[in-house]
């Protein structure tokens, strides 16, 4: 599944360019250091933080789609870098557990 | 120089969690860095030698060592404090520069801060491609590379507003004391 294709079946609101590479399975954590460690290239990453850190996290590790769960409101500063990278921000009002029901029901599996 | 037969893929290791602790001595504003595996991280207030070293701040953050799937050589990472992402704050910077360089080419750089008894250092060049190896060797987009750079490319280390991969603010994780 793509990025586009999971925004629009989790009816996801995208706050930059959204990307069309592929998605494998997801990550759900709010540590940067967490996700250097644990998460595996494709997957995207569920969390409430906010900060640029995220988007050179994503960029490391190669994944193509973070979602910014309970409407935190994501800074102008982490969207233009995520544009720079090429990482796709989306936000919603879910909270990580209902939108990890979301995302199995789509049919995207744990990390690794 | 030796080269070695194994063509290394690498895994990260031995992955243990603590703190990146700053301090600052207010009699000559000297900074230091040094990782705490502490549960809290320390903030004591210490006479060491000439210098009054006072805590200055502490995010969360993890060490590693490599190790090559193929062959079991291990590499230690000990030094290695995190890895630091060019934000462009200054146009003189050489890491600044050859980032934007690399990106035009779909090549990130990622600078390794290490310290050695909380001075700056450089790690040695063999690690930093262990490092470049096995961030590259993961990605998925094609073309993309990461290059892992020494630290010392910064212009100054103390005016430089490069993003460092650590996690701060993690109240909920960090009990204050």
New interface residues.
Partial sequence: MTVKELQSKLKLKPLNDVND??IEGAFIS????DV??GA???NVWVTVQT???II??A????I?AIIVVRNKQVPEDTLQMAD???VTVFNTDLDSYSIAIKLYEAGIKPAG | MVREKCKHSWKMTNVRDGFIVTERCYHCNKLRVFFSYEEVPPKDEYKEGEHYWNYAGSAQSFKFDMECTKCGKSVSFESLMGLMHCVGCNARCHLNILSQIGEMQNIWLFAALAYHLGNEIDLPIENLEVLTDYFTSRLRTPGKKILVVPGSLRHDPDTCRGEMLKDVGMLSLTPET
């Fill in positions: 590479k592929e709010d540590m940067v250091s250097m460690a595996q290239p494709g900060h640029k850190n050179a996290a960029n490391l590790v190669d193509p720079r990278v090429g």
